[in-house]
């Protein structure tokens, strides 16, 4: 059988065919397309028909490819939402959520019910853009007038098959779900006025979704799909696809976003972990993904679109090893990073505000993100080994932003452990794992990381000595003491 994930990030998309061959699961990408926002008047918007067409012709092509049959999952990035009538329109586009709608809401939301109230029910995040903010200030009539709310690939595959689920992994990122009742709050949902039942029924990854209603889609020539939820947060799917093995590990999701954090059975929402804003996301199997998120190469993205000249990313790598190491200290987690107008000027403010030489050429701006991410993937890790009590020995790397060598290499350096990198393509794999999982091609979780082991080149970084603890506390210095309450 072949399997198809769809996996689609906030900058581009893809559909990959898996299938065990030989004893090892070999991937195939089959097309690979852009995705982004755009700014219409003021406000920042998917386009979802774009999405919808490029799974369509991916979809043309494998059945051009020979193979009439498939199972598929749909993975894409989180909070994000779209409102639909009883009918499956859309009420409106789907907001991104880097739009600047939400940028006060969470101290609004926080007067009636306080942070700690709401992160012990749901041990999520604070982060601006939760689905739970944007839904408050959503445009109350649509809100009212929807008959149901979708996350975006819960939206994807409704559109494939008619049929309406929250599938949790995503779903827990709204920080409306309930830790302890595993269900909606309903204390929450009355706050921002939305009723249970505008969201569709809760399921979790591994539930078998339908089939793709090919009559639907006349203009396209289709092979029969069967969809299935999968773990369909990227993030969720990205650790299904990590290969770690025993109970040393951390692991950082390198996309768009940098997720760093550990894979536990319980949630954790003590203090620490509150005031460090780590979260509690839902994953496959029951887990907990105890993460931090970090802004990411969403930073290296923006400054390159916004270059004059084009670099190609290991490029821009290559213009950062020519200039001398750790000359700015940034918080670049800091929201003002989010989505500026430009991210270049908002990284050389920042730097002339703190009284920091200010990075000019490509290569200083590239080195200067990528130094001080690896020193924040460092304090990450031990705020974690704190935080739990867990003796973290290994990260693994995973996702495209594994591919950058000097990276991996920077990290295992600051973090004085070792680096494990790959697969790039874990996020695609591990929703592939979680359809072989379903329909019973692969047994569980850790048969699934042992075939990923076996069938994906892991590049090994040892750390090299530096004095990685004067590096980290010239960045607390300047980045001052309050760096890990922001989100
Ligand atoms: C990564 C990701 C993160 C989530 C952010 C927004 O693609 O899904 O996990 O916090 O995007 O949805």
Not at 53 to 66: D, E, H, P, V, W
Not at 251 to 271: A, F
Not at 303 to 321: C, D, S
Request: with cysteine; hydrophobic share 40%; aromatic share 10%.
């Amino acid at each position: 059988m072949q399997y198809v994930a769809v996996d689609i990030g906030a900058s581009s998309g893809r559909l990959i065919l898996g299938e065990i061959k030989n004893g090892k699961l070999q991937i195939k990408e089959v097309s690979r397309f852009a995705n982004g926002f755009t700014n219409e008047e003021g406000t920042c918007y998917w386009d979802l028909d774009h999405l919808l067409n490029q799974i369509l012709l991916g979809l043309q092509k494998i059945k051009s490819m020979g193979y009439e049959q498939c199972v598929l999952g749909i993975d894409t990035w989180a909070v994000d939402y779209v409102l639909v009538d009883e009918n499956g329109k859309r009420l409106r586009e789907a907001v991104s959520y880097r739009d600047d709608r939400t940028m006060n809401t969470i101290n609004i939301i926080t007067k009636q019910r306080s942070k700690k109230e709401i992160y012990q029910k749901t041990g999520i995040q604070f982060q601006p853009f939760n689905t739970i903010y944007q839904l408050y200030e959503e445009d109350q009539k649509l809100l009212s007038a929807a008959n149901t709310i979708l996350m975006i690939p819960d939206y994807l595959g409704y559109c494939l098959t008619g049929v309406a689920v929250t599938e949790e992994t995503n779903g827990s990122t709204t920080q409306l779900l309930n830790i302890h009742e595993h269900q909606f709050d309903s204390d929450l949902l009355a706050l921002i006025s939305v009723k249970k039942e505008q969201f569709a029924r809760l399921v979790e990854p591994g539930t078998k979704l339908g089939t793709l209603k090919k009559e639907w889609f006349p203009s396209y020539d289709l092979p029969d799909v069967q969809v299935i939820a999968v773990a369909s947060h990227d993030t969720a799917s990205a650790i299904v696809g990590t290969p770690g093995v025993g109970n040393d590990w951390a692991y950082l999701s390198s996309g768009t976003w940098s997720l760093l954090g550990i894979e536990n059975n319980e949630p954790i929402v003590k203090d620490e972990a509150l005031q460090g804003n780590y979260t509690n996301e839902w994953g496959a199997f029951k887990t907990v993904r105890f993460l931090k998120n970090i802004m990411g190469m969403w930073l290296i993205q923006e400054v390159r679109r916004i270059l004059p000249i084009n670099y190609t990313f290991p490029q821009l790598v290559e213009e950062a090893k020519k200039v001398n190491a750790f000359k700015q200290f940034v918080n670049f987690n800091d929201e003002r990073f989010l989505n500026p107008d430009n991210m270049i000027e908002e990284i050389q403010s920042y730097c002339r505000s703190t009284n920091q030489e200010i990075p000019i050429s490509p290569g200083e701006l590239a080195n200067c993100i990528y130094n001080n991410l690896a020193i924040i993937y460092a304090i990450a890790i031990d705020e974690l080994e704190k935080i739990t009590g867990k003796k973290i020995e290994r990260l693994h790397i995973v996702g495209g932003g594994s591919n950058n060598e000097w990276l991996n290499q920077l990290t295992a350096n600051l973090s004085g452990r070792t680096v494990l990198a790959g697969p790039s393509e874990a996020t695609a794999i591990g929703n592939v794992m979680m359809q072989m999982i379903t329909t019973e091609e692969v047994t569980d979780l850790f048969a699934a990381r042992n075939l990923i082991r076996h069938s994906f080149q892991i590049h090994v970084y040892q750390p090299e000595a530096i004095n990685r603890m004067a590096i980290i506390n010239q960045y607390k210095e300047v980045v001052n003491s309050d760096y890990t309450t922001s989100s």
